[in-house]
């Protein structure tokens, strides 16, 4: 409803969130001549996006030429469409996959992202198609965005919250409200409003730290559930698009990290150990049972659920080989104590309380199926650089997972335009990145978050 303001401040774009998504919009909108403002609730830019990895995924780049890689938009298609159990929107899927490799390519070429010379094949995806920025980290990429917004000369406001929208009496967005100074803790702030002559693109993220908002979606992950997130990662822009007609997409789908270990806070060293080297070349094992448990190379959803049944903490054990094949540097993990190393398979068992006799024969039956080819209980896909685990010292973590992706969000069309649930587009709202839903379904495939953020990102501010 219209009401009367006296306006603060009037650009042509307003973009609510400084992560991946929210810089790729702003420097796409800034590019085609607009003039931008970002805002950022937090004292710093970069959201979830500067503590990830940086791991992005797309098909048919050079550097999978280079190593050899076969791959197509379509096998990435379906891989993505079977781990998210088919419940992927399809125009959401299909212009996600046909934009990664450009998107990808966007951020060596515009952005100079250096990456590291290897291509790496994480659960779900049948083909190694997953990229590392130099220094395994998402500040590489998010260090390049800021330059880029700089620039441009679009500002960003630090301690700013977005708060409400204000719409035009046929509804379209014509600007919102803010707090300048917002305070976290206090939740508190000075009132702004800020008047948008082309729109408000909101790329706030998911909602992984929002306890109360998550646990009314999946009831089992309430307080005692911890996660990657960081502690900003909240519902309050998403229920505000909610508010004035936006369509939410699959709410409850919530991912947790498999590879996650209870014996560090957030994030932590450990997934690297986990999710690079042990669900490729380890297992993972039920310390009751002393047997396993899963495809260690299934998407998270089935790696995690099946963590989950067991009803506590199960170990996944690497050897040496397979740790020094890597070429991954796991020293943090294990100065921190959260990856152990054991001279002999009789140590790791004694450490955990596995029983010996049935981890050996756990251990053996994989070994033979390495040695096959072929693994007949759980189906992991058994590559040709496969070994058994049987040089020592040998490693393990405790794994126990943590809330870490938020599938769902607001519902978008393929220009990034919000929609409400009629199909109607909500003027002058476009939106990218973590807070939209419908692209990965039930299951986000490794990597492909920030390959998300970066083709509707683009999207969104080309759009606009
Ligand atoms: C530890 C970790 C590692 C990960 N590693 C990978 C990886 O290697 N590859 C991959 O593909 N994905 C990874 N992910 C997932 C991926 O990083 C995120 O999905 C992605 O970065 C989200 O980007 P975004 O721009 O949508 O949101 P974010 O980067 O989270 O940015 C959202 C921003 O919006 C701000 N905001 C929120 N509400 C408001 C408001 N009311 N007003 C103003 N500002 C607001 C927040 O403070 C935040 O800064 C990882 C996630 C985590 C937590």
Redesign the pocket.
Known sequence: MREKYRWDKQVDVLV???????LTAAIEAGEAGKNVLV????KT?????????????APGTLLQEKHGLEDSQQLMYEDMLKAGLGLNHPNLLRTFVTNAGDAFQWTVDYLNVPYMDRVDLFGGHRVPRCYTPEGIT?NTILKRMIRKVEDLEIPILYN???RRFIQDEKGSVMGCM?DREYDHKSNTGVSTYIKTNKGIIL????Y?ADVKFRSIQDPRLDESIQT???P???S??LKSALEIGAASVQLSHIQLGAWASPDEP??GHGPMFADYIVFKHGIIINPTTGQRIVNELGDRKQSADAILATGHPCVGIADHRAVTESGWDISKAIDKGVVRVFDTMEDLASFYGIDLESLSESINRYNGFANKGKDEDFGKPIFQDAKGIENPPYYAMRLWPKV??TMGGLRINKKAQVVDFDGNVIKGLYA????VGGVHGASRL??????E?IVFGRIAGQNI
């Open positions: 609510v969130g400084s992560g991946f998504a929210g805002i950022e609730k937090m830019a970069g959201g979830n996006s500067i503590i990830s990895d940086g791991g992005i995924a998402g700013t919250c977005f803010v790329a706030s993220g998911g992984g990657t997130n960081k900003f990662a909240t309050e822009v957030g994030f870490h992706f990218a990145g973590e807070v490794a990597s492909c978050a920030i390959t953020c």
